[in-house]
Structure formats: structure tokens, C-alpha cells
């Protein structure tokens, strides 16, 4: 007992102890949950940075897809503008085809002709062995037939194959050409000259004239001559002249048979005027011809 009643006491607690302590207690919760706040507000601002920065990514992404939509507006204009070009490019080419194909070009496209012509000639008037109307001395002596056979020769100069622009595929040429013509050979002349003598009845002719010619490109190449200067020498010559003047008309044909080389048949009408001493050597021509290109 006295062992228990000897034990030290503990001292009292004082009010201003207790109050002290209760004080510092109470405001724990309240502390952690300011805690609590901060870190939510911190991390609703970390998440604003976010939002704010994907929003910044997405603006520089919807940026450089407008410049590229932009960029690729402007490809795809030229690949049209390129585009409508090869297809005007594409129909050029075709017509250009298209014209090629359908006419036959000449090989090197020579334009230019000589020719070697022949065939049957007639006369519209009777010739004799000296004049065609003699009242010289001797008489009219013999006469020769009216038919006769020709050679000759020329060339056509090729001036346009479109008229100018006017006509395609129409030529317009020059031609200067030369034929001979005879009559007759032997043919008995006036009285003067001695017995058994005889005369050549002949005609040259030389004529310049336009030729237009068809068909350009093609191998066949019909033509007509409207009309064309021709100037005859006779012989023997008459009793006033030896050169007539007249017109020339013609028509014909010609094919490239091979590279340059043509063939051809043509017919032609000479006329003249008549004169005091009844001089007319009206007549025409039915032949053929060979041509060369140059």
C-alpha cells in the first residue's frame, strides 16, 4: 500500500495545453484538401497546355493541307492545261493523217513534167505541093492529104497545186511545148521545078499555154487547157506568109505508172484566123505522151 500510494502522479494537463493541441488538429482535413486542389488545378492547367498544343498542331496541319490541297490544285491545272494540249496536239496530228492517208503523195514530190508526145493529126484544110492558094507561076501543083502524123515535145512548170488557196488540190502550170507535123512527103510541086521533084508538106508548132491539172497527189491527174497562144510555120510557105498566130484548146490525162515516170493521152484543137490569101491551118491533134518528173 504504501508502495502504491508512494508512486509519482502524473501532472495535470493544462486547458491552454489542450486548447493548443485541438487547434493544430481541426485544420488537417482542410490542409489536404487544398493539396487536393492545387493538384487538380494543376493538372486541368497541364491539360489546357495539352489541349492548347494539339489544337496548335492541328492548326499548323490544317495549314500546310490547305497549301497542299493549294499545290495540288495547281498540278492538277497544268496536268489538264497539258492535257487539252496533247489532245489539240493529238487531233492536229490526225487530220494531218487524216490528209496524208487520203491523198497519195508523188515520190520527192516532183511537180515538174517533160514529155515526148506523137500520134494523128488532121486538117481542117487542104494543103498543096507549093502554096495552099497558088496563082503564081506553075499552079497549085499537087495536093497532099488532109491527115498527118506529129512528134513533139515540153515540159509543164508546176506554179500552185492549190490555185492560191482557192481550189485544192488543184494544180495550175505552165507548159511550153513543140510539135511537127506531116502531111505528106514527095508531093508534086508547081511546073518550075524539074520532073519527078517533090515537096514535104509539114507544120511546126509552137504554143505556151496554162494547164490546170486535177487531183493533186494522185497517180490519175486529169487536166484541160482553156486556152493557149500557138504560133504554125508551113512549109513550103504560101505566097504572103510562113508564120501563123492562133489559139490552142486541150484536154487529157496522165498516171504515174512508176516513181516519176507518167504516161498520158491528150487532145488538142488549134485555131487560126483566116487570111487574104485563104491561109488557115485549122485542125487537131489525138496522141499520147510520156512524161518524166523532175
Request: a positive charge; charged letters at 20%.
Amino acid at each position: 500500500m504504501k508502495h502504491f500510494f508512494n508512486k509519482p502522479r502524473l501532472s495535470p494537463i493544462s486547458p491552454a495545453v489542450l486548447l493548443a493541441i485541438a487547434m493544430t488538429a481541426l485544420p488537417l482535413p482542410l490542409f489536404a484538401q487544398d493539396v487536393r486542389t492545387q493538384a487538380l488545378e494543376q493538372q486541368l492547367q497541364q491539360l489546357e497546355a495539352t489541349l492548347r498544343a494539339v489544337r496548335n498542331e492541328l492548326d499548323q496541319v490544317k495549314a500546310e493541307s490547305a497549301r497542299e490541297a493549294q499545290r495540288f490544285m495547281k498540278i492538277e491545272k497544268k496536268s489538264s492545261s497539258i492535257e487539252e494540249r496533247q489532245v489539240l496536239e493529238a487531233q492536229r496530228v490526225a487530220k494531218i493523217e487524216e490528209a496524208a492517208g487520203s491523198v497519195e503523195k508523188l515520190p520527192s514530190n516532183k511537180n515538174h513534167m517533160l514529155f515526148f508526145r506523137g500520134g494523128y493529126a488532121r486538117s481542117n484544110e487542104l494543103r498543096n505541093g507549093v502554096s495552099i492558094q497558088s496563082g503564081g507561076a506553075g499552079g497549085a501543083g499537087g495536093q497532099s492529104d488532109r491527115n498527118a502524123w506529129y512528134i513533139g515535145a515540153g515540159f509543164d512548170f508546176n506554179l500552185t497545186n492549190d490555185v492560191w488557196g482557192l481550189l485544192p488540190r488543184t494544180s495550175i502550170e505552165s507548159e511550153l511545148m513543140f510539135e511537127y507535123k506531116e502531111f505528106a512527103s514527095r508531093v508534086a510541086g508547081n511546073a518550075l521545078p524539074p520532073p519527078g521533084a517533090g515537096v514535104n508538106v509539114s507544120q511546126f508548132t509552137l504554143t505556151a499555154a496554162p494547164k490546170i491539172k486535177f487531183f493533186e497527189g494522185s497517180r490519175f491527174r486529169p487536166w484541160i487547157i482553156p486556152a493557149g497562144l500557138s504560133i504554125h510555120v508551113i512549109s513550103p510557105p504560101s505566097e504572103s506568109i510562113i508564120l501563123i498566130p492562133g489559139v490552142m484548146f486541150g484536154a487529157g490525162a496522165d498516171y504515174r505508172i512508176w516513181k516519176n515516170f507518167f504516161v498520158g493521152i491528150d487532145g488538142r484543137y488549134h485555131l487560126t484566123s483566116g487570111r487574104t490569101d485563104g491561109v488557115k491551118v485549122d485542125g487537131m491533134t489525138a496522141g499520147g505522151y510520156l512524161g518524166i518528173g523532175f
